[in-house]
T-cell receptor, first 117, second 113 residues
Framework: AQTVTQSQPEMSVQEAETVTLSCTYDTSESDYYLFWYKQPPSRQMILVIRQEAYKQQNATENRFSVNFQKAAKSFSLKISDSQLGDAAMYFCAYRRPTGGGADGLTFGKGTHLIIQP | DTGVSQDPRHKITKRGQNVTFRCDPISEHNRLYWYRQTLGQGPEFLTYFQNEAQLEKSRLLSDRFSAERPKGSFSTLEIQRTEQGDSAMYLC???????????FGSGTQLSVL
């Protein structure tokens, strides 16, 4: 079974600084998808960024970028120029390729990100 | 696009009672997912539908749980004979299929006393 591990229960960063959230996963698949979701106090999960395992290029979405290391099974999220609105729980998630049966996401336990003004 | 809507937002019930939650997905989304999230944990997959067909159920979905999606529109999740361990937030999400972006609702927080 796939597992997703987030080893940082909480991280704190000064506003405008850069922070990196860590995620490792375990799978025997060669093709899969990885995601970072944000869950603010409103509880609604919001997709931050997505990475396809077959793509070597790291995904980027504005201030958010990932460092995808397939051999190491590592998928970290870098947030540049941190803003107060970035404060939330961040979840790393794994998904098997389509047609593989399990369609649901496997989530890590999350990292609580605090932005200090 | 009004987003994914879940009702109720909070539910308090006594152990042994039955509860039902509703999820209204984004109208053009054919896939609908249910997840459970307990305190300090990430969401755990429960089940998903493609249109009205329930295509997968997690081992977490015991026989006290049942989900339906009649006519491929809204979905209901029913828990019979609730137990204190069922206390959690139940999240619904929808997507257009494939590995599309999942849109989540704000969840239903269940407390079993």
């Amino acid at each position: 079974a796939q597992t997703v591990t987030q080893s940082q229960p909480e991280m704190s960063v000064q506003e405008a600084e850069t922070v990196t959230l860590s995620c490792t996963y375990d799978t025997s698949e060669s093709d899969y998808y990885l995601f970072w979701y944000k869950q603010p106090p409103s509880r609604q999960m919001i997709l931050v960024i997505r990475q396809e395992a077959y793509k070597q290029q790291n995904a980027t979405e504005n201030r958010f970028s990932v460092n995808f290391q397939k051999a190491a099974k590592s998928f970290s999220l870098k947030i540049s120029d941190s803003q107060l609105g970035d404060a939330a729980m961040y979840f790393c998630a794994y998904r098997r390729p389509t047609g593989g049966g399990a369609d649901g996401l496997t989530f890590g336990k999350g990292t609580h990100l605090i932005i200090q003004p | 696009d009004t987003g994914v809507s879940q009702d109720p937002r909070h539910k308090i019930t006594k152990r042994g009672q039955n509860v039902t939650f509703r999820c209204d997905p984004i109208s053009e989304h054919n896939r609908l997912y249910w997840y459970r999230q307990t305190l300090g944990q990430g969401p755990e997959f429960l089940t998903y539908f493609q249109n009205e067909a329930q295509l997968e159920k997690s081992r977490l979905l015991s026989d006290r749980f049942s989900a339906e999606r009649p006519k491929g529109s809204f979905s209901t999740l029913e828990i019979q004979r609730t137990e204190q361990g069922d206390s959690a937030m139940y999240l619904c999400a929808s997507s257009t299929g494939g590995v599309g972006k999942l849109f989540f609702g704000s969840g239903t927080q269940l407390s079993v006393l």
